[in-house]
């Protein structure tokens, strides 16, 4: 059951004018874990929450998230896309973050619901989408520091536009590490992102745009770019770092190797050593790099910087590029243009 407090009041967008994070839709699923159980979902209008300044979130980030979107056709159909992955994954979070678990009848549920009541914020031009953002924060009053009691998870939505490529500028991170053994790297915890935020911008400063993070022991083993996986295509292999417990396991990234295959590139999921992409760099057997995750889907990269020295990429026109074709048959099968294989589509 989910508990419908409908908004009086519906605000519009433009959908020619859209940036991202700027505009929230009308409504947010609202759902608080009490006495060691769920309550009922609330839908209600979009807006502030009240919650005690000693709730464990502000003190020891008991906090983790998901990213998801929806797509709708030029007939008006709305998808998501393996939103099963995320709720699966959100799990996995909160188990590690010793957070409760989220039933299917409030993620998935309570999803449909919102996107229901809030389908006209979702735009239907081809590469635009809403953004959805499903997120867990520990609630409990107390300072001590153990994990919370009580809970809230919340959905909420803003519209997205259509990425163009813009390609980026990274450097391979010699200091900071994102994520370590045993860590919680593997996890969308919000803490993960606020520890990226001090190297990225000393990366920012010295010119790039983003980290290309390294092992957190020896940083000679490539894992992630930013808050994307990264993707390497040399000589006739694309190459990417193994799912392991430092690497996020993303959608898209699953999702890519599965479109590469499909197309007859063979896939490596293997590490891949900062020496090694280095020496296939300066052979010019590196062809594209690229990074890919929800919100951006798919960007490539142009420069790698490594110890104060840069390495160009080969200038390949956007229509020959491997990350090119990749890129527009996952937006095909998300925005229900082509036929969906592999049953990656969730209509509501
Ligand atoms: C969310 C995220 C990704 C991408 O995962 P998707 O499921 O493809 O959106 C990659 N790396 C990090 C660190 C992330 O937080």
């Excluded at 989910?2 to 967008?13: A, G, L």
């Excluded at 008006?76 to 896309?81: D, I, Q, R, S, Y």
Aim: net charge positive.
């Amino acid at each position: 059951m989910i508990i419908i407090e409908k908004s009086s009041h519906s605000n519009s967008i433009d959908f020619n004018d859209i940036s991202f994070g700027k505009n929230y839709s009308d409504h947010m699923l609202y759902c608080q874990f009490n006495n060691g159980k769920w309550e009922y979902p609330i839908l209600k209008k979009f807006g502030e929450i009240t919650v005690s300044p000693i709730s464990l979130v502000f003190h020891y980030g008991q906090a983790i998230f998901e990213g998801m979107k929806a797509y709708k056709d030029k007939d008006g159909n709305v998808f998501l896309f393996r939103p099963f992955e995320n709720f699966n994954r959100i799990n996995s979070s909160a188990q590690r973050l010793e957070m409760p678990l989220i039933s299917k009848s409030i993620f998935i549920d309570g999803l449909k619901q919102l996107l229901y009541i809030d389908k006209n914020w979702i735009p239907n031009n081809y590469g635009q989408s809403i953004y959805i953002r499903p997120f867990l924060i520990a609630s409990d009053g107390r300072l001590s520091a153990n994990p919370s009691k009580k809970y809230i998870f919340m959905i909420i939505c803003t519209p997205a536009s259509n990425y163009y490529f813009t390609p980026l500028k990274v450097n391979i991170e010699q200091k900071y590490s994102r994520s370590a053994d045993g860590g919680i790297g593997f996890t969308k915890a919000a803490g993960n992102y606020a520890s990226s935020f001090f190297p990225t911008r000393i990366a920012q400063e010295e010119g790039y745009d983003q980290i290309l993070w390294t092992d957190s022991s020896t940083h000679s083993l490539i894992e992630e770019s930013g808050t994307m996986n990264v993707f390497f295509y040399i000589k006739d292999s694309l190459i990417t770092a193994p799912a392991n417990k430092k690497i996020l396991n993303g959608i898209t990234r699953k999702s890519i190797i599965t479109l590469a295959k499909e197309k007859g590139i063979r896939v490596k999921e293997c590490n891949l050593s900062v020496s090694e992409l280095i020496y296939n760099i300066r052979k010019n057997l590196v062809k594209e790099v690229f990074g890919c995750g929800t919100a951006v889907v798919l960007n490539f990269f142009k420069k790698i910087g490594y110890k104060c020295e840069n390495f160009y990429l080969p200038k390949i026109s956007y229509e020959k590029r491997i990350s090119f074709f990749l890129k527009k048959r996952l937006l095909d099968i998300q925005h229900n243009v082509v036929d969906d294989p592999f049953g990656w589509r969730f209509k509501l």
